[in-house]
C-alpha cells in the first residue's frame, strides 16, 4: 500500500511495522503479521489531543522509535515527543525544550536521543522526560567536530545507534557525525 509523506519507520516485531505520516498529519500506520494495513492511532487531522486510536491527532508527525513496548513519536507541529502504547493510547511525554524535533532513537540504557532541527542540537530526554541538550549549542549552526559542548550542526535531522556511538545526518552540512555516548 502507498502511503503519502510518510516520514519515519519503526518495527517492534519483524512483522509489525509502523510508520508517521507527516501529510495528512497524523496517522500512524501499522501494518500487522497478516499484512492487512490499518491506522493505530490519529485522526488525519492536525491537533494536540491525547486519546485512543481514531481520538487522538498529531501534527507533524515525523519520527518513531520502540523502547519498552511503547512507540515514540517526534512531532515537528507541536515541538514534542509523544507516546503510544500498543493498545493505541497516546499521551504526552517531552513537552518542553524541543523546537521542531525530528528523528529520535533509544540508547539500551533507555536515554531517548532526539534530533532537533531548529536548535542544531542533540537533545537527551531521561525515562521521565526531562529533556537536556546532550550535543551541539541552542542556536548555534557551524560544523564543527570535538566534545559533545563543542560540536556544531547545521539543521541535524537523522539519528542511529550503534553500540555505544551515535550517529547523526547533519543534513546542511552534507555528512553524517559520529558521538560517542559511553566513556
Known amino acids: 500500500t502507498a502511503h503519502r ?6 518495527a517492534e516485531k519483524p512483522t509489525e511495522t509502523f510508520t508517521s ?22 485522526n488525519g487531522n492536525p491537533g494536540n489531543i491525547n486519546a485512543k486510536g481514531s481520538s487522538a ?16 513519536v517526534s512531532e515537528r507541529g507541536n ?10 493510547t497516546v499521551t504526552s511525554f517531552s ?8 528523528h529520535l532513537v533509544f540508547a539500551p540504557n533507555g536515554t531517548l536521543y532526539v534530533t532537533d532541527a531548529r536548535y542544531h542540537v542533540i537533545h537527551s530526554i531521561d525515562k521521565n522526560g526531562k529533556v537536556s541538550v546532550f550535543a ?27 553500540k555505544k556511538y551515535l550517529y547523526v545526518s547533519d543534513r546542511l552540512n552534507h555528512c553524517i557525525k559520529r558521538i560517542r555516548v559511553v566513556k
Open 5 to 10: 509523506a510518510g516520514t519515519g519507520l519503526a
Open 21 to 42: 505520516l507527516h501529510h495528512p498529519h497524523t496517522q500512524n500506520y501499522q501494518k500487522a503479521p497478516s499484512g492487512q494495513n490499518s491506522y493505530f492511532a490519529g
Open 57 to 72: 491527532s498529531f501534527n507533524g508527525p515525523t519520527g518513531l522509535a520502540f523502547f519498552n513496548n511503547k512507540l515514540y
Open 79 to 88: 515541538d514534542q515527543v509523544r507516546q503510544i502504547s500498543l493498545n493505541g
Open 95 to 102: 513537552t518542553k525544550q524541543l523546537e521542531m524535533p525530528s
Open 136 to 162: 551541539g549549542g541552542k542556536n548555534q549552526h557551524g560544523n564543527v567536530l570535538g566534545s559533545v559542548a563543542q560540536a556544531r550542526f547545521f539543521f541535524p535531522f537523522g539519528i542511529a545507534y550503534h
